[in-house]
């Protein structure tokens, strides 16, 4: 069965960092693009960033852009978010989720990041 | 970026209703578009992919539809299981800008 499971989320000061992380199982990780998509609480989807099969090539929301970095280790299977001063309006459940066909086929349960002071 | 605006963003509709929710881009996604069905606690799911594929194992009596700018979602003969919000994402460039969501209501 495909899976991903993050973990990483808590709560952090406005200005502080966070390493979120994706723990992927059931399909051959590294031929698949991955992204990250947050949700605020009660409101809708926001896609946050991308990352290519082979790690080269990240893209990111003009909302996180320069603040949050996207990465991926094969040889563990595993997808990180590495976000930094980070803002109230960041709060959000963050998701990884798998590229198939342009579409985000598999999603995990989300990992709940909340900046607060 | 490709904007997309969703509607309606509540629908109220009884268990047997044929409902659509449609979708429009900002330009031309041509049918990079996708659909997807997220219930309270949960993650989203994967409902439709490129516009009109439904993906493995959902209902054949959802159905997307659409290309260009113009899309829809339909769901025949609505089911208790149906009520949910649902999203539509374009995904043809980065950022893949998700619709504000329709809340599908009994």
């Known amino acids: 069965e495909m899976q991903l499971v993050e973990s990483g989320g808590v709560v952090v000061q406005p200005g502080g960092s966070l390493r979120l992380s994706c723990a992927a199982s059931?399909?051959?990780?590294?031929?698949?693009?991955m992204h990250w998509v947050r949700q605020p609480p009660g409101k809708g989807l926001e896609w946050v960033s991308l990352?290519?099969?082979?790690?080269?090539?990240?893209y990111y929301a003009d909302s996180v852009k320069g603040r949050f970095t996207i990465s991926r280790d094969n040889s563990k299977n595993s997808l990180y978010l590495q976000m930094n001063s980070l803002r109230t309006e960041d709060t959000a459940l963050y998701y990884c989720?798998?590229?198939?066909?342009?579409?985000?086929?598999?999603w995990g349960q989300g990992t709940m990041v909340t900046v607060s002071s | 970026d490709i904007q997309m605006t969703q509607s309606p963003s509540t629908l109220s509709a009884s268990v047997g209703d044929r409902v659509t929710i449609t979708c429009r881009a900002s330009q031309s996604i041509s049918s990079w578009l996708a659909w997807y069905q997220q219930k309270p606690g949960k993650a989203p799911k994967l409902l439709i992919y490129?516009?009109?594929s439904l993906e493995s194992g959902v209902p054949s009596r959802f159905s997307g539809s659409g290309s260009g700018t113009e899309f829809s979602l339909t769901i025949n003969s609505l089911q208790p299981d149906d009520f949910a919000t649902y999203y539509c994402?374009?995904?043809?460039?980065?950022?893949?800008?998700f619709g504000q969501g329709t809340k599908l209501e009994l």
């Open positions: 990352i290519t099969w082979d790690g080269r090539s990240p």
């Open positions: 490129k516009a009109s």
């Open positions: 059931g399909f051959t990780f590294d031929d698949y693009d």
């Open positions: 989720a798998k590229n198939r066909a342009n579409a985000f086929d598999i």
């Open positions: 994402q374009q995904c043809k460039s980065y950022p893949y800008i």
